[in-house]
């Protein structure tokens, strides 16, 4: 048994923007079923609590810059995880958690850095663990802390530092002199270690001084050392290969099954697909969709409306798309272009194209179910969830070949592209559509989908044999 801490800046169900919560919210779970011991500590944010909370440690000291931050440390324990909270109210009291009106935080190195150093002032105080296992940018300053404020602390003396990437394209990048606000030797702020393109670049900092670098799917682990991907670290990340593992990311299929699923209509199995179609019809009617939707395919997607999820491509063929035998149901939010552009399909096209801006996991797992295609066309996807669930759902999706899209998708349970290009998804789309009109052909291309296995414990296995490896067992 390895005694890990995860440190991160959002863990479902306790708070959530993103992927980074789902995993957070499944991982630990698994690692304790596997055998290990896991903590996680993250910020108490404003909203976070829950009648199992307890005060685990009154005036934990915080020093930063030669200023002691009051930081208390609540706590609960589920699943055999124990979950810390840190309690900083004048960093993490906020009506958001990253941003405010739009607009990051000013003081975002700062907050999470008191989060860094708080995770090491609880390892060095109240229970040391053997790895820390950060996540993303927000905590890649644990590990500079460590290696250079803490490096001769007996308490910390062979603890190990493994660093998950999940996307790439978030950096945590801050002006020069976010060094001294942040306590760091000068010395540091050069292209060797954090300086990168005359600002601070915490993720920089922690792929270096980490002892270990995963991310979230094999695919990515090699697309994030080229130009394309990389972002501007590609080159660092080469220089690392040789400690850098793509794990695929997993799902929980206590949440996302449709033969259980409380939020929908009618539940549904590989033996019995007769709920699909009541589904479906659910779904039609909800968004007032035509009755003869249901004699043609239903393409859902769920996503946030990001650069990096190829809705330019779909509003290059939004015209094409509008004369082929389909419908469109759409739930996310996030770009105003994208948002008001599915505004306008619906308001052009309403008996064609269907949209909820904003979100709703009980209209996730309805679309989910009540499609008959997904649809992500990502430029990148460092792992990606709903492809998953949309194969657990019967509902084979259409994705581009990149990341972990490509890892878990194949001619046998879904379809793919790989040029990043408007024809090349019309392309991808009209042949699912084609395909759906057979439908026994279909009906087993779902029921293969139905039988792959992404959980969760299957990928804590890989992560317990990374822990045992960086411990020398």
Same mark, same amino acid.
């Given at each position: 048994?390895?005694?890990?801490?995860?440190?991160?800046?959002?863990?479902?169900?306790?708070?959530?923007?993103?992927?980074?919560?789902?995993?957070?919210?499944?991982?630990?779970?698994?690692?304790?079923?596997?055998?290990?011991?896991?903590?996680?500590?993250?910020?108490?944010?404003?909203?976070?609590?829950?009648?199992?909370?307890?005060?685990?440690?009154?005036?934990?000291?915080?020093?930063?810059?030669?200023?002691?931050?009051?930081?208390?440390?609540?706590?609960?324990?589920?699943?055999?995880?124990?979950? &810390? +909270?840190?309690?900083?109210?004048?960093? /993490?009291?906020? #009506?958001?958690?990253?941003?405010? =009106? *739009?607009?990051?935080?000013? !003081?975002?190195?700062?907050?999470?850095?008191?989060?860094?150093?708080?995770?090491?002032?609880?390892?060095?105080?109240?229970?040391?663990?053997?790895?820390?296992?950060?996540?993303?940018?927000?905590?890649?300053?644990?590990?500079?802390?460590?290696?250079?404020?803490?490096?001769?602390?007996?308490?910390?003396?062979?603890?190990?530092?493994?660093?998950?990437?999940?996307?790439?394209?978030?950096?945590?990048?801050?002006?020069?002199?976010?060094?001294?606000?942040?306590?760091?030797?000068?010395? &540091? +702020?050069?292209?060797?270690?954090?300086? /990168?393109?005359? #600002?601070?670049?915490?993720?920089? =900092? *922690?792929?270096?001084?980490? !002892?270990?670098?995963?991310?979230?799917?094999?695919?990515?682990?090699?697309?994030?050392?080229?130009?394309?991907?990389?972002?501007?670290?590609?080159?660092?990340?080469?220089?690392?290969?040789?400690?850098?593992?793509?794990?695929?990311?997993?799902?929980?299929?206590?949440?996302?099954?449709?033969?259980?699923?409380?939020?929908?209509?009618?539940?549904?199995?590989?033996?019995?697909?007769?709920?699909?179609?009541?589904?479906?019809?659910?779904?039609?009617?909800?968004?007032?969709?035509?009755?003869?939707?249901?004699?043609?395919?239903?393409?859902?997607?769920?996503?946030?409306?990001?650069?990096?999820? *190829?809705?330019?491509?779909?509003?290059?063929?939004?015209?094409?798309?509008?004369?082929?035998?389909?419908?469109?149901?759409?739930?996310?939010?996030?770009?105003?272009?994208?948002?008001?552009?599915?505004?306008?399909?619906?308001?052009?096209?309403?008996?064609?194209?269907?949209?909820?801006?904003?979100?709703?996991?009980?209209?996730?797992?309805?679309?989910?179910?009540?499609?008959?295609?997904?649809?992500?066309?990502?430029?990148?996807?460092?792992?990606?969830?709903?492809?998953?669930?949309?194969?657990?759902?019967?509902?084979?999706?259409?994705?581009?070949?990149?990341?972990?899209?490509?890892?878990?998708?194949?001619?046998?349970? *879904?379809?793919?592209?790989?040029?990043?290009?408007?024809?090349?998804?019309?392309?991808?789309?009209?042949?699912?559509?084609?395909?759906?009109?057979?439908?026994?052909?279909?009906?087993?291309?779902?029921?293969?989908?139905?039988?792959?296995?992404?959980?969760?414990?299957?990928?804590?296995?890989?992560?317990?044999?990374?822990?045992?490896?960086?411990?020398?067992?």
């Amino acid at each position: 048994m390895s005694k890990i801490m995860m440190v991160a800046s959002e863990v479902a169900p306790f708070i959530k923007t993103g992927g980074l919560a789902d995993v957070m919210g499944s991982l630990p779970a698994a690692l304790v079923r596997a055998g290990e011991s896991v903590t996680v500590v993250m910020p108490r944010y404003r909203g976070v609590d829950a009648p199992d909370f307890y005060r685990l440690r009154e005036d934990l000291p915080v020093w930063l810059n030669g200023f002691r931050h009051r930081v208390d440390i609540d706590a609960c324990d589920r699943e055999g995880v124990r979950y &810390l +909270f840190v309690d900083a109210p004048w960093f /993490y009291n906020r #009506d958001g958690v990253y941003t405010s =009106g *739009g607009k990051d935080w000013g !003081d975002n190195h700062i907050r999470y850095a008191i989060l860094c150093l708080a995770a090491l002032a609880i390892a060095r105080e109240i229970d040391a663990p053997e790895i820390f296992h950060v996540h993303d940018w927000q905590t890649a300053l644990l590990p500079v802390y460590q290696k250079s404020w803490f490096g001769g602390d007996p308490r910390l003396i062979g603890a190990k530092t493994m660093l998950t990437i999940h996307n790439l394209g978030y950096q945590g990048r801050f002006g020069p002199s976010a060094m001294g606000e942040l306590g760091l030797d000068q010395g &540091l +702020f050069h292209s060797g270690v954090m300086e /990168y393109h005359g #600002d601070v670049n915490l993720l920089k =900092g *922690g792929l270096l001084e980490s !002892d270990w670098l995963t991310t979230v799917s094999p695919r990515y682990a090699q697309e994030i050392q080229t130009a394309e991907y990389g972002f501007g670290l590609e080159g660092l990340l080469r220089e690392r290969s040789h400690s850098l593992t793509g794990i695929l990311n997993g799902v929980d299929y206590r949440d996302w099954d449709p033969a259980t699923d409380r939020f929908l209509p009618a539940n549904y199995s590989p033996e019995d697909l007769s709920g699909k179609q009541a589904c479906k019809r659910d779904l039609i009617e909800y968004f007032g969709l035509p009755p003869e939707a249901m004699d043609r395919p239903l393409i859902g997607i769920v996503s946030r409306f990001a650069e990096q999820k *190829g809705f330019d491509l779909i509003e290059q063929i939004a015209g094409a798309l509008a004369d082929e035998p389909m419908s469109l149901v759409v739930l996310g939010s996030g770009n105003a272009h994208w948002e008001n552009m599915f505004r306008h399909l619906t308001s052009w096209r309403p008996d064609k194209f269907a949209n909820w801006i904003g979100f709703s996991n009980e209209m996730a797992h309805k679309i989910e179910a009540g499609s008959d295609i997904f649809l992500m066309p990502s430029r990148y996807e460092p792992c990606g969830l709903n492809q998953i669930y949309s194969l657990k759902y019967g509902t084979p999706p259409v994705v581009r070949a990149t990341g972990g899209l490509d890892d878990t998708i194949d001619g046998e349970t *879904g379809f793919k592209f790989w040029e990043y290009h408007p024809d090349a998804l019309l392309k991808g789309v009209r042949y699912a559509i084609q395909k759906w009109f057979d439908r026994d052909g279909w009906q087993e291309r779902m029921r293969r989908g139905m039988a792959k296995d992404y959980s969760w414990d299957r990928s804590a296995g890989e992560y317990q044999r990374l822990y045992a490896q960086l411990l020398g067992r």
